[in-house]
């Protein structure tokens, strides 16, 4: 068959497909035997979807030889992450209490990438209902980053990420509420864009106004950033169940070929609030130098933030667990009794987490609000002069499993999400993807790209650009 498909990009295969030289069945079988060959060493997938993968192959290459229209991603497998559904396919959300739980239908966004022809082989790991950001479960266990087994992946969408970089799978969509596609995408070396809110639907029920609180996107990961941009351009657009969702504004596929020597790009380490560690402020800065070699300006410019991160993460705190309690209240609507009877089916994470902490006040969600209002003027402010915002992703390498770190360059943090600076984005709703930026000591590290509400291209110009000039691929350990 010639090359290994398990080593080409998205966009290849479905170049390849198109062009009558690779056959959609041969794609399914190679990437179905390498998850079954490696699929241990991580622990990406929860389950993996061999007979619809090779039903859906077939149907594809059917279609290939009676001469109808193809789709954008004709042939292609892709991983969806364990919270969203593949009908006919399990659902577990990472939870003892959906171990069984068989989804009737698709997704909106996985059914807009099956019709655009991706093939399905699988559901990748994610934190029980994705609350954490590194992915372990009593379902499936913990992931890994493949850059060292005994280190983790980032979570929530852990799973889609370890598959990407292990190359058990070239796309794998996320969800991201405050970090889950660029954490993971930063401790594993790919590529992870949250798009503007609203751009790629949620269809919560029953709460179909969930994805506010804070704002929660689908977006896609990959291994390159054409690869992340075809998908986009898939997966967005109003949906008529999706009270906030969004009209696509651009081609994002030919934003990965634009220039970017107009662009004026403001960097900030720790977005002028995190402490970051020297090792990866290092690497984040040397990385820079990517954009310059492609002819953009840039400032060393803080955002002017009037709190620091501690008020970001309680101001996160306030709103998410408004929500994490919300999908509580859904349990006992479906049956389940998370307070009592299946307490114990629960993570005690989630029980500290959630069942018992105190629920905010309506005085303390406004102050949140506040809080969440001076993050938005400020980055605001910043994209008034400058087209680009770029900082670390996280402030650490991946670290190991069950010692989440407690200090950060010297600074005491909160050790769930202390080490985390893609909070801020997700209460404003601007665009922001993690670049792989280089490693330290063999460990992946991510910069975090932002730009302007519905400039989605611009980021993934950008992102492509330092592709170009800084290439991450041959960094894998596969």
């Known amino acids: 068959m010639g ?13 390849r497909v198109r062009e009558g030289t690779l056959s959609p069945v041969d794609v399914a079988d190679a990437y179905l035997e390498r998850i079954h060959d490696r699929g241990d060493r991580t ?25 109808e229209p193809l789709g ?17 396919v399990r659902t577990t959300s990472g939870s003892l209490l959906y171990e069984d739980h068989v989804a009737d239908a698709d997704s909106p966004f996985v059914e807009r990438l099956r019709e655009a022809g991706a093939v399905v082989v699988g559901k990748t790991n994610t934190p029980e209902f994705g609350l954490g950001t590194t992915t372990d479960n009593r379902v499936a266990g ?33 969800s991201d509420a405050g970090g889950s596609i660029r954490i993971p995408a930063s401790f594993c070396g790919v590529y992870g864009l949250k798009p503007t809110y609203g751009l790629v639907p949620n269809v919560d029920r029953p709460n179909g106004f969930a994805s506010h609180t804070p704002f929660t996107h689908n977006g896609p990961l990959a291994r390159t950033v054409e690869d992340a941009a075809l998908a986009l351009d898939v997966m967005a657009g109003v949906h008529p169940r999706d009270p906030f969702s969004v009209p696509a504004a651009d081609d994002y596929r030919s934003a990965v070929d634009r220039r970017i020597d107009d662009l004026s790009v403001a960097f900030s380490p720790g977005l002028g609030i995190y402490p970051v560690e020297p090792a990866v402020r290092e690497t984040v800065a040397d990385a820079v130098s990517a954009f310059e070699a492609a002819g953009a300006t840039v400032d060393t410019v803080d955002p002017a933030f009037d709190h620091d991160h501690e008020d970001v993460l309680e101001a996160y705190y306030t709103m998410a667990r408004v929500r994490w309690q919300s999908l509580f209240d859904s349990l006992e609507a479906e049956g389940f009794d998370p307070y009592g009877d299946d307490r114990d089916r629960l993570r005690p994470y989630l029980v500290d987490l959630i069942m018992d902490a105190d629920a905010p006040t309506t005085r303390e969600y406004k102050r949140a609000d506040a809080v969440r209002t001076d993050v938005f003027d400020a980055l605001q402010d910043c994209f008034a002069d400058y087209d ?19 200090t950060i360059d010297g600074v005491e943090v909160e050790p769930l999400r202390g080490w985390v600076l893609t909070q801020p984005y997700n209460l404003s709703g601007h ?45 894998y350990p596969a």
Not at 51 to 63: G, P, Q, T, V
Not at 72 to 88: E, M, Q, R, S, T
Not at 164 to 170: Q, Y
Not at 391 to 404: D, K, M, Q, V
């Open 3 to 15: 090359t290994d498909p398990t080593r080409l990009s998205a966009s290849s295969i479905a170049r």
């Open 43 to 67: 622990n990406a997938f929860v389950t993996v979807t061999d007979e619809l993968a090779r039903e859906s192959a077939a149907d594809a290459a059917a279609a290939i030889e009676a001469g």
């Open 72 to 88: 954008p991603l004709h042939g292609v497998p892709v991983a969806i992450k364990d919270l969203d559904d593949v009908a006919g």
């Open 142 to 174: 913990r992931t890994s980053t493949p850059f060292d087994p005994e280190r983790v992946s980032g979570g929530s969408s852990g799973g889609a990420a370890a598959a990407l970089a292990d190359h058990l799978v070239p796309l794998a969509p996320g």
């Open 388 to 406: 680009l915002l770029v900082s670390a992703t996280l402030a650490t390498t991946p670290f190991r499993h069950g010692e989440e770190p407690e």
């Open 431 to 475: 665009p922001a993807a993690s670049v792989p930026a280089g490693l330290v000591d063999g460990l992946p590290v991510g910069m975090q790209v932002a730009g302007p509400r519905f400039d989605d291209a611009t980021v993934l110009a950008a992102s492509a650009a330092v592709e170009r000039h800084r290439p991450w691929h041959d960094d």
